[in-house]
């Protein structure tokens, strides 16, 4: 099958929660009942909770533990916490959340040591509260009016910090609802979302005003039996044309850089299919972002007890300890090795993919 091929939109794998969950609270909101109805559509089970408590999610064994929770989709209603944006960078200007959580199974998940409690995924009814927040922080932060790379981007919001919007979206409706938002906001404003799946066909003929910047985040192939769940390259690549020929700007996020056999090849062979699945994408606005694999003690402990047996190396003796601002510690390559692969894929990454602008290395 050709990277340009619709064909493999189409057999894009969608998730299917064993168990969906709804709050009273949630039920009270016009998002919440369509992505009940959703589900109902797709013959989910659901469960109209009582309350506004989830429960029934704790077990005593923690690996069946994650098992249900990450087989269970919860609707509930946003706290609100989370209408209190942070900034985020090097990404955005802001963090917005749509939803936390996510159904796929990576062995190094970005959520690890983040997420309180078992890994379900929560998707957020009150998106119109959610959406409508955002507007108090237009002008405000420090990302992309710092950078005169991004200054055209105005203010801008990430929408993948604590989920992978695009793995949901079947159920949820909540990044074509956000992309719509953004698409007829008369502001100078950008939102991000960033994804390991592949189902972008709703998202194709949206109004989006070139205003969502769609990434997706690859490794080369040998990297996909660290990512259970997750769409396979091939179709990942494949969604990455589709929205770029749709018009809107793109992204790479080459994450998480690990120095796997034959890397050098790997990752350059990476970036000639990526090149590849761009072919006839008029006005390709398309930037990277390179982020080499870390860890910090919290996250080892929780991605050990969720995936016991993964060969996923994360030797502390092997990297080099790094201080974050809040003073806890991290474990990153040690500093010869991260000198040569960025060397090595930014050139790579400028001989396959000039026109590439890069965000940032880290
Ligand atoms: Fe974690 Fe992202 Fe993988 Fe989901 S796709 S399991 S959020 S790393």
């Given at each position: 099958?050709?990277?340009?091929?619709?064909?493999?939109?189409?057999?894009?794998?969608?998730?299917?929660?064993?168990?969906?969950?709804?709050?009273?609270?949630?039920?009270?909101?016009?998002?919440?009942?369509?992505?009940?109805?959703?589900?109902?559509?797709?013959?989910?089970?659901?469960?109209?909770?009582?309350?506004?408590?989830?429960?029934?999610?704790?077990?005593?064994?923690?690996?069946?533990?994650?098992?249900?929770?990450?087989?269970?989709?919860?609707?509930?209603?946003?706290?609100?916490?989370?209408?209190?944006?942070?900034?985020?960078?090097?990404?955005?200007?802001?963090?917005?959340?749509?939803?936390?959580?996510?159904?796929?199974?990576?062995?190094?998940?970005?959520?690890?040591?983040?997420?309180?409690?078992?890994?379900?995924?929560?998707?957020?009814?009150?998106?119109?509260?959610?959406?409508?927040?955002?507007?108090?922080?237009?002008?405000?932060?420090?990302?992309?009016?710092?950078?005169?790379?991004?200054?055209?981007?105005?203010?801008?919001?990430?929408?993948?910090?604590?989920?992978?919007?695009?793995?949901?979206?079947?159920?949820?409706?909540?990044?074509?609802?956000?992309?719509?938002?953004?698409?007829?906001?008369?502001?100078?404003?950008?939102?991000r979302a960033t994804t390991k799946f592949a189902a972008v066909e709703p998202l194709l003929g949206l109004?989006?005003?070139?205003?969502?910047?769609?990434r997706f985040s690859v490794n080369p192939v040998a990297a996909g039996r660290f990512e259970g769940g997750t769409a396979p390259l091939r179709e990942r690549l494949s969604a990455l044309g589709a929205v770029a020929r749709a018009g809107y700007p793109v992204g790479l996020t080459v994450a998480p850089i690990l120095p796997l056999p034959d890397w050098r090849a790997a990752y350059d062979d990476l970036f000639v299919q990526a090149a590849e699945a761009l072919a006839g994408a008029p006005d390709l606005d398309i930037t990277a972002e390179l982020i080499t694999h870390r860890f910090t003690p919290g996250s080892k402990t929780v991605l050990e007890g969720w995936y016991p047996g993964s060969d996923l190396p994360m030797r502390e003796d092997e990297r080099s300890r790094k201080f974050t601002k809040f003073g806890s510690v991290k474990y990153v390559f040690p500093p010869e090795l991260m000198r040569e692969m960025r060397g090595e894929l930014t050139r790579s990454l400028a001989e396959r993919l000039p026109m590439a602008r890069v965000l940032y290395w880290t």
């Amino acid at each position: 099958m050709s990277l340009h091929d619709p064909a493999s939109l189409r057999t894009a794998r969608l998730w299917r929660p064993r168990r969906v969950v709804v709050t009273a609270a949630a039920r009270d909101h016009a998002h919440g009942r369509a992505i009940l109805a959703r589900a109902e559509a797709l013959g989910l089970p659901v469960e109209a909770l009582p309350g506004n408590r989830l429960t029934g999610l704790r077990h005593p064994d923690p690996r069946r533990a994650y098992i249900e929770a990450k087989s269970t989709l919860a609707v509930v209603v946003a706290p609100p916490a989370k209408l209190k944006l942070q900034p985020i960078p090097p990404s955005a200007d802001w963090r917005v959340d749509l939803a936390e959580g996510c159904p796929a199974h990576c062995q190094y998940c970005y959520l690890a040591g983040s997420l309180a409690g078992p890994p379900v995924t929560r998707v957020y009814a009150n998106l119109p509260e959610i959406l409508s927040n955002l507007a108090s922080y237009v002008g405000r932060g420090g990302v992309t009016s710092a950078s005169a790379e991004r200054a055209q981007e105005g203010t801008s919001f990430e929408a993948s910090c604590y989920t992978d919007p695009l793995g949901i979206e079947h159920l949820s409706g909540s990044l074509s609802a956000a992309i719509r938002h953004f698409g007829a906001w008369d502001a100078p404003v950008s939102l991000r979302a960033t994804t390991k799946f592949a189902a972008v066909e709703p998202l194709l003929g949206l109004d989006h005003g070139r205003r969502t910047r769609l990434r997706f985040s690859v490794n080369p192939v040998a990297a996909g039996r660290f990512e259970g769940g997750t769409a396979p390259l091939r179709e990942r690549l494949s969604a990455l044309g589709a929205v770029a020929r749709a018009g809107y700007p793109v992204g790479l996020t080459v994450a998480p850089i690990l120095p796997l056999p034959d890397w050098r090849a790997a990752y350059d062979d990476l970036f000639v299919q990526a090149a590849e699945a761009l072919a006839g994408a008029p006005d390709l606005d398309i930037t990277a972002e390179l982020i080499t694999h870390r860890f910090t003690p919290g996250s080892k402990t929780v991605l050990e007890g969720w995936y016991p047996g993964s060969d996923l190396p994360m030797r502390e003796d092997e990297r080099s300890r790094k201080f974050t601002k809040f003073g806890s510690v991290k474990y990153v390559f040690p500093p010869e090795l991260m000198r040569e692969m960025r060397g090595e894929l930014t050139r790579s990454l400028a001989e396959r993919l000039p026109m590439a602008r890069v965000l940032y290395w880290t």
